[in-house]
């Protein structure tokens, strides 16, 4: 009777009414932090990793869209590094005024970088007058690189040092802050690796604006490297405003890596850079049809289609995707269609060839004719 009275569902709900508890949705809060693992969002900020930004959305995303702008007693979720991490990406100032020593241990030191990497300029404020000493100088990186001009100008006008601003605007396609950084006269450590890196990344602002400005270092590497990475408004600029040129690798990188569009260009304005034939058997290789089909379309007459079928079957061989694979067998089709097409278009000549041959009482002609009809014949072996 005794266990029976103290197990009932009411009075369970009467005692339990009297002490705090949780309520439902702090426990849903604390849910959408559990699995989140902090050391990998700390792995990849620490290997500069392009997927930190996003990967640290999808982490904090559910929870953000919980708490944004609400006032939450965030002692409650029991997840004291967690809220702390989030404070410091999506800028809560109410979170990040009860960091300490620990948590700062925790981050491995990155309370100032991960601020700076996401633009909160309210955080990095407060890091300023509260633990200066903690200062990391991948902060001033980070922000440069992801054009956070409001922190860069902070940290600056604080002392900080600004190396390498110029450059990581430059090659990030901040132009404000390259703008900022020349203002400043912060624009020393400008060269060819800053302009080649911009060409690459395809900043046509930042890189019109190093033209502009008549920084030194374009070279034939700017345009080849633009061209790499498929970036034809970038390969167009240079050859209007610049006279450097390029190198053959800027065709044929283009061409291995399957830029349709820069392959055209340099089709349509050859130069003794541009093989036309090495270029060919590159994209049978690779596996890029597209390529093969407009070269042999617009220069059929510079190929050797025979070299350019074995390139395709050795392509074939040596891929390890599906994707490339069907690229060369493509290839290989379609060339020996062009093949059956050249013949059949030889045959039609040399019957024409003949026609001429019995009409034409002129024997300049006929001996011209004679002649034709004898190279197909040998070429052709028809």
């Given at each position: 009777?005794?266990?029976?009275?103290?197990?009932?569902?009411?009075?369970?709900?009467?005692?339990?009414?009297?002490?705090?508890?949780?309520?439902?949705?702090?426990?849903?809060?604390?849910?959408?932090?559990?699995?989140?693992?902090?050391?990998?969002?700390?792995?990849?900020?620490?290997?500069?990793?392009?997927?930190?930004?996003?990967?640290?959305?999808?982490?904090?995303?559910?929870?953000?869209?919980?708490?944004?702008?609400?006032?939450?007693?965030?002692?409650?979720?029991?997840?004291?590094?967690?809220?702390?991490?989030?404070?410091?990406?999506?800028?809560?100032?109410?979170?990040?005024?009860?960091?300490?020593?620990?948590?700062?241990?925790?981050?491995?030191?990155?309370?100032?970088?991960?601020?700076?990497?996401?633009?909160?300029?309210?955080?990095?404020?407060?890091?300023?007058?509260?633990?200066?000493?903690?200062?990391?100088?991948?902060?001033?990186?980070?922000?440069?690189?992801?054009?956070?001009?409001?922190?860069?100008?902070?940290?600056?006008?604080?002392?900080?040092?600004?190396?390498?601003?110029?450059?990581?605007?430059?090659?990030?396609?901040?132009?404000?802050?390259?703008?900022?950084?020349?203002?400043?006269?912060?624009?020393?450590?400008?060269?060819?690796?800053?302009?080649?890196?911009?060409?690459?990344?395809?900043?046509?602002?930042?890189?019109?604006?190093?033209?502009?400005?008549?920084?030194?270092?374009?070279?034939?590497?700017?345009?080849?490297?633009?061209?790499r990475n498929g970036h034809l408004h970038i390969v167009?600029?240079?050859?209007?405003?610049?006279?450097?040129?390029?190198?053959?690798?800027?065709?044929?990188?283009?061409?291995?890596?399957?830029?349709?569009?820069?392959?055209?260009?340099?089709?349509?304005?050859?130069?003794?850079?541009?093989?036309?034939?090495?270029?060919?058997?590159?994209?049978?290789?690779?596996?890029?049809?597209?390529?093969?089909?407009?070269?042999?379309r617009h220069r059929k007459q510079q190929l050797d289609?025979?070299?350019?079928?074995?390139?395709?079957?050795?392509?074939?061989?040596?891929?390890?995707?599906?994707?490339?694979?069907?690229?060369?067998?493509?290839?290989?089709?379609?060339?020996?269609?062009?093949?059956?097409?050249?013949?059949?278009?030889?045959?039609?000549?040399?019957?024409?060839?003949?026609?001429?041959?019995?009409?034409?009482?002129?024997?300049?002609?006929?001996?011209?004719?004679?002649?034709?009809?004898?190279?197909?014949?040998?070429?052709?072996?028809?």
């Amino acid at each position: 009777m005794f266990h029976h009275v103290l197990a009932t569902k009411e009075l369970l709900l009467e005692i339990t009414s009297y002490q705090r508890g949780f309520p439902d949705e702090i426990v849903q809060l604390r849910r959408l932090l559990r699995p989140i693992k902090l050391f990998e969002l700390l792995q990849l900020l620490q290997k500069h990793s392009p997927l930190y930004t996003e990967q640290c959305h999808l982490a904090f995303g559910p929870f953000h869209a919980k708490v944004a702008g609400r006032e939450i007693e965030w002692e409650r979720l029991q997840s004291r590094l967690l809220v702390q991490y989030y404070g410091l990406v999506y800028g809560v100032l109410s979170i990040v005024r009860s960091l300490n020593a620990m948590d700062c241990l925790a981050f491995e030191f990155t309370h100032w970088v991960v601020p700076a990497y996401f633009g909160h300029l309210n955080i990095i404020e407060f890091l300023y007058s509260v633990d200066r000493e903690g200062y990391d100088t991948r902060a001033m990186r980070v922000a440069s690189a992801n054009g956070h001009l409001s922190i860069v100008r902070f940290l600056h006008e604080h002392g900080y040092p600004t190396d390498l601003l110029m450059h990581l605007a430059c090659v990030g396609g901040h132009l404000d802050l390259a703008e900022y950084a020349r203002k400043e006269n912060l624009d020393r450590d400008v060269g060819a690796t800053t302009i080649n890196f911009t060409a690459s990344n395809g900043y046509m602002n930042t890189l019109e604006f190093l033209h502009v400005h008549n920084y030194q270092g374009f070279s034939t590497a700017t345009m080849d490297g633009a061209s790499r990475n498929g970036h034809l408004h970038i390969v167009e600029f240079l050859h209007a405003n610049r006279t450097e040129g390029h190198t053959e690798k800027a065709f044929l990188e283009a061409v291995r890596n399957g830029h349709l569009n820069i392959v055209r260009f340099f089709e349509q304005h050859e130069d003794e850079y541009v093989n036309i034939m090495e270029g060919c058997k590159i994209a049978a290789f690779m596996g890029h049809m597209q390529i093969v089909e407009y070269l042999v379309r617009h220069r059929k007459q510079q190929l050797d289609l025979a070299k350019i079928e074995e390139c395709a079957r050795k392509g074939k061989i040596a891929s390890f995707s599906e994707q490339r694979r069907q690229g060369c067998q493509m290839i290989i089709e379609f060339i020996q269609q062009m093949v059956t097409l050249t013949m059949m278009e030889a045959q039609q000549r040399i019957k024409e060839l003949t026609l001429q041959l019995h009409s034409s009482s002129d024997w300049t002609k006929r001996v011209k004719v004679i002649f034709s009809f004898s190279i197909m014949k040998f070429i052709f072996m028809v």
